[in-house]
C-alpha cells in the first residue's frame, strides 16, 4: 500500500519527493484499470495544477483528495450518483467540505463514483457501473457503499483522503470492506451543507484515509478546529464488547479477525469487559415505518419521483418509496424514541472510553451475486441489511465511530469498529490510535 499521508507529508518536506511527482503517481493509478468505474468525473488537469501551486507548508501541501458525487463542486452540476440530475443547475460554490480540503492544500483528483442518493450500503450503481474492491485481484468483489468510490481511490492509492458521507455507514464499510481506516465523527462537527442529502437527521460529512493518523489530520480540517491530544496507554482504556446484535450471523472470516483483534488488544493490556446492551433490539420497532432514512429522503425526491421515476435505481426507489405511507404522528414518535433510545445507551456506555464490535459481520462477497437484476434482488437486499446493520446503530444513537482494519493475514480485509456517544471523537480517535498500533505489531 502507498505511504500514508503523514509519511508522505515527511518525504516532502525531506524533498525525497515533491507533489508533482506525487500527483503523477495518483492519477497513473486513478488511470489504472484497477480504477474503473471508481470516478464518474476526473479533474486531473486542474489538480496537476493544484499539486504544482500549492503551498508546501499547508497540511495536505498539494497532495490528492476525491469528493463523492453528491458534493457541489462551484461551475459542476451534483448528480450523486444518479441520471436524473446529471442535467441539474451548476452548482455555486464549492461545498463547505471541499472548500475546506482545498484551503487547506488539497487537490481535488475527481469525483468519485456512489450508490445512487447514497441509499446502499452495497456500492452497486447500475448507471456508472460499480468500482472492483481492490483488496482481491483475482474476483470482482463489492466496494461497499454508498461512498464505492471514495474508498477504492484511497484502498487503490490514487487518493489520500476519500471524502464522503455516512448515513448508515456510509464510510465505514468501504473502510472495512477494503482495508482501510473510515471515520465517522459526531454529524454536528462538520457542516452538511453543499452535500446531496439522503437523511437531514442522520447524514455524516466525513472521509477515509490509510492510518488513524490521517484521519484525524482530515477531521480536523473538516471539523475547522483542532482535535485536543490526549495521551492514553492502552492499559490505562477501559473497552466493551457487546454480546448483543454486532455478532449475530457473523462469517468465520470476521469472527476469526474479531476474537484475534481482542486476544491482541488485551495481551498488550488493554481491560475488555463484555455488556449487554438489550435496548439493541428495540431499533427495528423504533424503525418499523421505514425510520428516518425514507421518511426523510421521500420528502427531498417525492417530487423528482413523479417526473423522472423511470430513471431511477429500481433499488433505490422502492427504498424511497416507503417513506410515501409514514404517518406524521409515526415520524414524531420516531423522533421521541430516538431521543430516549439514546439516552439508555448512553448510560449504558458510558463508564468505557469504546465499545469494541465488527464493523460488518461479512466480507465483501462477489459482484456478481449482487449486480443489478431483479434476480439477484433477494441477495442483494439481504447483503445489504448485514452491511447496515451495525454501523448503522452509531448513527442512530448520534454518536462517532472508526473502523479499522483487523483481517488476518491472507484473509479479506474485516473492520474492527471503535464507537462512542456523540461528541466523545476526540477521546475515541485517541483510543484508536492506541489500538491501531496493537494491531500493527
Request: net charge negative; aromatic share 4%.
Amino acid at each position: 500500500m502507498r505511504p500514508d499521508l503523514h509519511a508522505t507529508r515527511l518525504a516532502l518536506r525531506a524533498r525525497t519527493t515533491d507533489a508533482g511527482s506525487e500527483m503523477a503517481q495518483s492519477i497513473a493509478t486513478a488511470e489504472a484499470p484497477s480504477g474503473a468505474h471508481v470516478f464518474v468525473r476526473t479533474m486531473f488537469d486542474s489538480a496537476r495544477a493544484e499539486a504544482a501551486s500549492a503551498d508546501p507548508q499547508l497540511p495536505l501541501a498539494g497532495l490528492a483528495f476525491t469528493a463523492k458525487d453528491l458534493f457541489d463542486l462551484q461551475g459542476q452540476p451534483t448528480p450523486a450518483g444518479s441520471v436524473v440530475l446529471s442535467h441539474a443547475p451548476a452548482a455555486r460554490e464549492d461545498a463547505p467540505a471541499v472548500a475546506r480540503m482545498r484551503a487547506a492544500g488539497g487537490a481535488l483528483l475527481g469525483r468519485t463514483n456512489m450508490t445512487e442518493f447514497a441509499y446502499s450500503g452495497v456500492g452497486v450503481n447500475p448507471h456508472h457501473g460499480t468500482p472492483a474492491n481492490a483488496a482481491d485481484p483475482e474476483t470482482a468483489r463489492i466496494p461497499g457503499g454508498s461512498s464505492s468510490g471514495a474508498g477504492i481511490s484511497v484502498a487503490s492509492g490514487a487518493a489520500f483522503i476519500g471524502l464522503g458521507s455516512d448515513t448508515g455507514g456510509s464510510i465505514r464499510i468501504p473502510a472495512a470492506l477494503n482495508g482501510i481506516v473510515g471515520f465517522k465523527n459526531t454529524a454536528r462537527l462538520v457542516p452538511t451543507a453543499g452535500a446531496l442529502p439522503l437523511s437531514t437527521t442522520l447524514d455524516t460529512v466525513c472521509a477515509m484515509t490509510r492510518s488513524v493518523r490521517d484521519a484525524i489530520l482530515a477531521h480536523e480540517i473538516l471539523s475547522a478546529r483542532p482535535v485536543v491530544p490526549v495521551t492514553t496507554a492502552l492499559a490505562d482504556l477501559r473497552l466493551a464488547v457487546v454480546e448483543d446484535l454486532f455478532t449475530d450471523a457473523i462469517e468465520p472470516a470476521v469472527a476469526r479477525a474479531f476474537e484475534h483483534s481482542l486476544r491482541t488488544l488485551r495481551a498488550a493490556g488493554a481491560r475488555i469487559e463484555t455488556i449487554r446492551l438489550p435496548m439493541l433490539a428495540e431499533l427495528p420497532t423504533l424503525n418499523a415505518t421505514g425510520g428516518f432514512s425514507a421518511a426523510e429522503a421521500y420528502a427531498w425526491h417525492r417530487l423528482l419521483l413523479e417526473r423522472s421515476f423511470a430513471g431511477y435505481d429500481p433499488r433505490v426507489a422502492q427504498r424511497i418509496l416507503k417513506g410515501a405511507t409514514i404517518k406524521a404522528y409515526e415520524y414524531i414518535d420516531l423522533v421521541r424514541g430516538r431521543h430516549d433510545w439514546i439516552a439508555r445507551v448512553e448510560a449504558a456506555i458510558s463508564p468505557f472510553d469504546a465499545v469494541l464490535s465488527p464493523t460488518v459481520p461479512i466480507v465483501a462477497p462477489p459482484l456478481a451475486e449482487v449486480a443489478p437484476g431483479e434476480e439477484r434482488d433477494d441477495a442483494f437486499f439481504r447483503v445489504n441489511a448485514l452491511l447496515l446493520r451495525n454501523p448503522s446503530v452509531v448513527n442512530m444513537l448520534d454518536g462517532c465511530a472508526i473502523s479499522l482494519p483487523c483481517h488476518v493475514a491472507g484473509e479479506l480485509p474485516v473492520g474492527l469498529m471503535l464507537w462512542h456517544a456523540g461528541l466523545h471523537d476526540d477521546p475515541l480517535l485517541a483510543a484508536a490510535l492506541q489500538v491501531e498500533r496493537a494491531l500493527r505489531g
